[in-house]
Every structure is written in structure tokens, then in C-alpha cells.
């Protein structure tokens, strides 16, 4: 029952090995795609994790800077926000932009103020689903306007946003007049450690033969 069940379990972690190897290869292919228009809403009940994560998406609007979010953030650049600026588009619907990443010195917006830009602009990214609740052990409070995952419903909701895409946008590294906020800075990484596992449970198969044999062998050995 031992060795079936390792070995069961072995097979299991070969099949997400396969399917964790094509995810990261249908992500990179996304990523590196030509960028296409950000879904609009007759396509938003069918948008997902799985289809749309990391697509490559532009969208051109005029940045409602008023209602900006800033979200607590850890980068190559060290600890500071995302700031989460509220989009509308040109299509008539409005979508958060993750326009990247500020210092803390750099947290009021008045400290980059020529990177609040007017008019009519062009943002290419990458689309993102939404990360609801909160970070690890923080929870967002909207009402204290502390921000530590992208939630888009709660901060839509709170910055009272109508006809909201039900995901952000993370903006790529083209720069930003004044250099903040600074894009480009999405971390595209999977763990993929189902090889090891499934060496792991091919390994306590193999033991539980021998630790079999061997005790098969003890048994004969005590009634010689």
C-alpha cells in the first residue's frame, strides 16, 4: 500500500510538472506578445487567472490623479508604494493603472509632480488580476486608507469609481516624466520544484521495496 501510494504520488507530481512547464511557457509567450487592447467590458465575465494573467495590453485615457492609491510594496528598488492610479479610457470605462513604484520620500504626490501628467495618454503593461484581502498577516483598511495587496474591487469602491475593469494594469518601464513613479518592475516568477518532488516520491517507493525485501529476508533468515 506504500509503494502504491509513492508511486501514485510520483506520477501526480510528474503531471503538474508538465502542466506547470506549459503555464510558464503560455506566460512567456504573453508577455513578449504584441500588445493587444485592454478587455473592454462585453469581454469582462470571461477574463481569468489562468487566460489572461500577464497579457500584454494597451489602453490610452486621461489619469484621474485625485483618486490615486498608493499600495505598500517591496522591490529591486527597495520598500516603498505602487501607485495605483484610476485611468479613463477612451472606450468609456475606467481601469486602475499600476504606474509603478515610489520611495517613501516619494509617497505625497506633490514630491512628482511632473510625473502627473494631463491629457490624453498611452500605457502599455501587463494585465493583472486582482489581489483581494490584503498582504501576509495585513489586511487593506480602506477607511484608514492603508493599502497592502492591489485589491481592485476595494479600491474602486473606495475612491468611488464607476464602470471599473476587474483588473489592474501594470505599466511597463517606459519612463515617466520626472522619473516617478518608475515602471517596470513586475516580477514574473514560478516556483517549479515538481521535478524534485516527484524524485522525492519515486525515491520512497523504491525505499519501501527494499525496506520490504530486507524485512522479507529477516522473516526467512529467523524461521531457518
Given at each position: 500500500m506504500l509503494f502504491a501510494t509513492f508511486v501514485a504520488?510520483?506520477?501526480?507530481?510528474?503531471?503538474?510538472?508538465?502542466?506547470?512547464?506549459d503555464l510558464i511557457a503560455q506566460i512567456d509567450a504573453r508577455v513578449h506578445a504584441e500588445a493587444v487592447p485592454a478587455p473592454g467590458p462585453e469581454a469582462w465575465p470571461t477574463v481569468s487567472r489562468e487566460r489572461d494573467q500577464y497579457r500584454r495590453v494597451v489602453v490610452r485615457g486621461v489619469f484621474l490623479h485625485d483618486r490615486?492609491?498608493?499600495?505598500?510594496?517591496?522591490?529591486d528598488l527597495g520598500g516603498g508604494f505602487w501607485v495605483m492610479t484610476p485611468m479613463r479610457t477612451e472606450r468609456g470605462f475606467t481601469v486602475l493603472v499600476n504606474r509603478g513604484f515610489v520611495p517613501p520620500e516619494r509617497r505625497?504626490?506633490?514630491?512628482r509632480a511632473a510625473g502627473q501628467v494631463s491629457g490624453p495618454q498611452t500605457v502599455v503593461g501587463l494585465l493583472r488580476i486582482t489581489e483581494p484581502g490584503g498582504g501576509f498577516l495585513r489586511r487593506n483598511d480602506p477607511d484608514a486608507d492603508r493599502w497592502f495587496s492591489r485589491d481592485v474591487s476595494?479600491?474602486?469602491e473606495a475612491r468611488g469609481l464607476s464602470d471599473a475593469a476587474p483588473y489592474f494594469i501594470d505599466a511597463d518601464v517606459?519612463?515617466?516624466?520626472?522619473?516617478?513613479?518608475?515602471?517596470?518592475?513586475?516580477v514574473i516568477r514560478f516556483a517549479n520544484s515538481?521535478?524534485?518532488?516527484a524524485l522525492t516520491w519515486f525515491g520512497m517507493a523504491a525505499?519501501?521495496?527494499v525496506g520490504f525485501g530486507v524485512f522479507v529476508r529477516?522473516?526467512?533468515?529467523r524461521r531457518a
Open positions: 504520488l510520483g506520477v501526480w507530481q510528474v503531471q503538474r510538472l508538465a502542466w506547470k512547464t490615486e492609491t498608493r499600495v505598500q510594496a517591496v522591490t505625497d504626490s506633490a514630491t476595494a479600491i474602486t517606459t519612463a515617466n516624466p520626472g522619473g516617478w513613479p518608475r515602471g517596470g518592475l513586475t515538481h521535478l524534485v518532488y525505499l519501501t521495496l529477516e522473516r526467512r533468515r
